[in-house]
């Protein structure tokens, strides 16, 4: 924490903590909000792809077969 104010106050930036606290604030639920934006996003395709495995909509069955029987590549 020192070594952060230092270089702002090289600078010759004024250190005010409140501002500071509440940036970090806002960066940290920024971040959170993210993560909760990635982990919806990530529970709803896993949902579409049990629904998927589920009902066989929109599953190709050759394609499965060959990924089975030669593994997954690019």
């Known amino acids: 924490m020192h070594e952060a104010l ?3 106050r090289s600078r010759g930036e ?5 501002e ?3 940036r970090g604030a ?7 909000d993210e993560k909760r934006d990635l982990d919806n996003c ?3 395709l896993r949902g579409q792809l049990v629904e ?5 909509d929109g599953l190709d ?13 690019h």
């Open 61 to 73: 069955a050759d394609a499965a077969y060959e990924v089975r029987e030669h593994g997954w590549s």
């Open 14 to 18: 004024p250190v005010r903590l409140s």
């Open 42 to 44: 990530n529970r709803e």
């Open 26 to 32: 806002r960066e940290r639920l920024r971040e959170l």
């Open 6 to 8: 230092e270089a702002l």
């Open 52 to 56: 998927q495995l589920h009902t066989g």
């Open 20 to 22: 500071l606290v509440v």
